[in-house]
């Protein structure tokens, strides 16, 4: 397994830490099989901070292969041993203030860049610290694993069978690691990984497989007083749709109120806002998360990217009339759309541009729509925010020709047009009734939704 896809898997399931004043001791000597110093080498401290940064730090190894770290920090890390500017070796640690550890290891030379713990000898005045060295590491080989296999399944490499045996096998691993573990900061590390690995089971749509007591686990023993788990933000769809719907609210209001981390108390409330919109379907607790983080953090950036979406006063929302609008015809500078040209049927609004990925397979999918309704009651309009009007022009010629109405604003999403339909990404699509009110937005119109959509409300 690759060194980065390792490292950053770590820095996933890690957590930050509160800094303390008082600095942890780590030293000892690397040396390799023949109990010989390596030469040109060092070693990289990589610890997350509160606000979710990371704090790298170098420090040298002398030639006689000694190296001494003194380190203002409590929680997990990761010491990357490296030779020649090349990564060999990372080692994960839990430090607590205060801490004087003496770690030596020994280690094959190799021609990759990485080393396995496996073949690492370690000695240490901490009896049990190589065995949690060890076991740490396994807990992340099965999380990395995990992560192979639904990269593979969604990339459709293997099929369903073998992914749920292999999810089925990697999660008998972190059974057996959380079950056997006392260790509560070692019990953590398990459950942050398994949290990390929900969408495996998601994926697998075997709700069995999940080891309840495991997640439970995490909602009974986080502790909202510190910025103890980061990955719960990246991961905070995966631990939604698994939480007890009684217990849900309450769980979010402790973490948005009593964490001590803003970057984490914003991040909480601005997932909330979208999971009850998006996932729920329900506008009022949205609605109220949402008033929460605009009180709280009105000026920041995790605010305004919520707003563009999720501000209970946008006027581009389900059951709001339309806004008026006058934009000329990309083949016909004569005839001008408006909210007006449209009455009394329906309208399929979408706003994009040629340059974006897999914009081919998204025009596709529209034009299926198009020839599916060409004798329904309903207009197709696409506004390009392209800034040459040439890249629609040849699109059309040597893509797809998109036989339906079009518009293009090539100031694009600084534009009017994206101001009054308060766009905030490309592509988007709006459906509208015939009396002009929205009656879906984008998240409903995509893929294999836009077909069913329109369907339903033609009939």
Not at 105 to 121: G, R
Not at 248 to 269: C, D, G, T
Not at 278 to 299: E, G, M, R
Not at 323 to 338: L, M, R
């Amino acid at each position: 397994m690759k060194l980065k896809e390792y490292i950053t898997t770590i820095i996933l399931i890690l957590v930050a830490a509160q800094i303390y004043s008082n600095a942890a001791t780590i030293k000892g000597r690397i040396l390799d099989l023949q109990n010989k110093p390596f030469v040109n080498a060092g070693i990289i401290s990589v610890c997350t901070m509160p606000d979710g940064s990371q704090e790298i730090k170098r420090y040298p190894v002398d030639k006689k292969g000694n190296y001494n770290i003194k380190i203002d920090y409590n929680g997990f890390m990761q010491l990357i041993f490296g030779v020649d500017t090349v990564d060999k070796l990372a080692i994960p640690l839990f430090l607590n203030a205060k801490d004087n550890i003496r770690l030596d290891m020994k280690m094959p030379h190799t021609k990759f860049p990485y080393v396995p713990l496996d073949s690492v000898i370690f000695a240490s005045n901490i009896k049990d610290l190589p065995d949690k060295i060890m076991l740490v590491d396994s807990i992340f080989n099965s999380a990395n694993l995990l992560s192979v296999y639904f990269r593979g399944y969604t990339n459709k490499n293997i099929d369903s069978n073998k992914f749920i045996y292999n999810i089925a096998n990697e999660l008998n691993n972190f059974n057996h690691y959380f079950e056997k573990i006392p260790d509560k900061d070692f019990r953590f590390i398990t459950t942050s990984a398994y949290i990390n690995s929900l969408e495996c089971i998601r994926a697998t749509g075997n709700d069995s497989l999940l080891n309840r007591n495991i997640f439970q686990y995490y909602i009974d023993n986080y502790d909202f007083s510190t910025p103890y788990l980061q990955s719960m933000i990246i991961n905070f769809d995966n631990i939604a749709a698994f939480m007890p719907d009684e217990y849900y609210s309450e769980y979010l209001q402790n973490l948005a109120i009593k964490h001590s981390s803003k970057f984490i108390r914003s991040e909480v409330l601005a997932s909330a806002v979208a999971y009850y919109f998006d996932i729920k379907k329900d506008k009022n607790n949205s609605a109220i998360f949402y008033n929460q983080l605009y009180s709280q953090f009105p000026t920041s950036e995790t605010t305004y990217i919520a707003s563009l979406k999720y501000d209970p006063k946008k006027n581009i929302q389900v059951g709001k009339q339309l806004p008026p609008f006058n934009i000329q015809s990309a083949e016909d500078k004569t005839i001008h759309f408006s909210k007006e040209f449209f009455v009394g049927k329906f309208l399929l609004l979408h706003f994009w541009n040629t340059e974006t990925d897999g914009i081919y397979d998204y025009i596709n999918n529209i034009a299926v729509a198009r020839d599916k309704f060409f004798d329904d009651n309903i207009e197709f309009l696409s506004i390009s925010f392209d800034d040459d009007p040439r890249k629609l022009t040849n699109f059309r010629l040597h893509s797809l020709p998109m036989k339906w109405f079009h518009s293009i604003d090539t100031k694009g999403m600084k534009s009017n047009t994206a101001n009054v339909f308060e766009i905030y990404k490309t592509p988007f699509l709006m459906l509208i009734s015939p009396d002009g009110t929205i009656l879906a937005l984008d998240d409903d119109l995509r893929g294999n939704k836009l077909i069913p959509t329109i369907t339903k409300f033609l009939q």
